[in-house]
């Protein structure tokens, strides 16, 4: 009896040995897959294959080479791959800490809203792209990296009309901005309004070919566009922004207090209950002028 115990106990412990050995090495296609380690690996394995038929053969010189170099791979896969560990160490402790990480992805798409209202009073034109299942890589690398967390402070600065960044699209991987002034493929839907320009036409592309969320905001009217799916909803408000950025991302955002704009020529506001930006026009304010403040 205890035998038989002691070699299913044995058998069960290898099978799970096995088992996760096979979702690591998974993981870690998934995680090189579309990028350019994929081919740096490919290397790696030729040189692995080099390395053990010098181990195998009678090839003295390179055994004495490879016995002297071996040492060192470790910390220059550590260095080659480092962008990739990096990413993959974040994303299992946003795994592993997914209640806290829920809401601070709630804060970092709170700020795309904020920003989105900031942009629609200046009417200054901006595009982010929100991935989703589909990755967005190849459009990723079309742009400039950045890899920084989500704030409102960066995309009012990469989206200010003197910036270099200001043309092309924004790309946001949960609360991280991927890239800026990346190029996006225009829709040719021809049932498309003419009135729509390049800007709008490569949101609503971007989303015919992934699951991406794109947030629009026209450059000439203000006014904010939310496109999914190949379609897009146009003239929504900021409130309006917010329940649908939380319904496709399936999630509750709470509402958040939004920039008040300052008092032109000295004049304080007549009451601390005014109203908030999103009701007012984009064309009542001055673009030219920094009247706002984030909360």
């Given amino acids: 009896m205890t035998p038989v ?20 090495v998974y993981q870690v296609l998934v995680m090189i897959r579309g990028t350019r380690a994929a081919p740096m690996l490919a290397g790696l394995v030729v040189l692995g294959t080099i390395f053990y038929l010098a181990r195998m053969g009678e090839l003295t010189t390179l055994n004495w080479v490879v016995s ?21 160490l974040a994303d299992l402790g946003r795994r592993l800490s997914f209640l806290g990480g829920t809401s601070a992805e709630s804060d970092s798409y709170d700020d795309i809203v904020l920003a989105a209202n900031l942009f629609s009073q200046h009417q200054t034109g901006a595009l982010i792209v929100i991935e989703r299942r589909i990755g967005l890589r190849t459009h990723i690398e079309s742009g400039v990296p950045l890899d920084a967390r989500l704030s409102y402070d960066l995309l009012a600065t990469i989206f200010r009309p003197s910036a270099p960044l200001h043309d092309g699209a924004v790309i946001v991987q949960k609360d991280r901005i991927a890239a800026a002034a990346c190029f996006l493929p225009l829709s040719m839907n021809p049932l498309l309004s003419t009135q729509l320009g390049t800007r709008h036409r490569a949101g609503i592309g971007i989303t015919e070919e992934t699951d991406a969320i794109a947030v629009i905001v026209s450059e000439e009217t203000g006014a904010i566009s939310l496109a999914l799916g190949g379609a897009i909803e146009r003239d929504l408000t900021v409130e309006q ?12 955002m709470a509402p958040v207090t939004l920039p008040t704009p300052i008092a032109q020529n000295g004049e304080e506001e007549s009451s601390a209950d005014a109203d908030l930006p999103e009701t007012a026009s984009p064309r009542s304010t001055h673009s030219g002028a920094d009247s706002e403040v984030r909360p």
Avoid: K, N
């Fill in 241 to 252: 922004l917010r329940e649908r950025l939380g319904s496709e991302l399936r999630r509750y």
């Fill in 5 to 24: 115990f002691t070699s299913w106990s044995q058998g069960a412990w290898a099978a799970l040995d096995i088992l996760l050995v096979a979702v690591l």
């Fill in 68 to 88: 002297r170099v071996l040492p060192y791979v470790v910390f220059a896969l550590i260095v080659v791959f480092q962008s990739e560990i990096r990413h993959l």
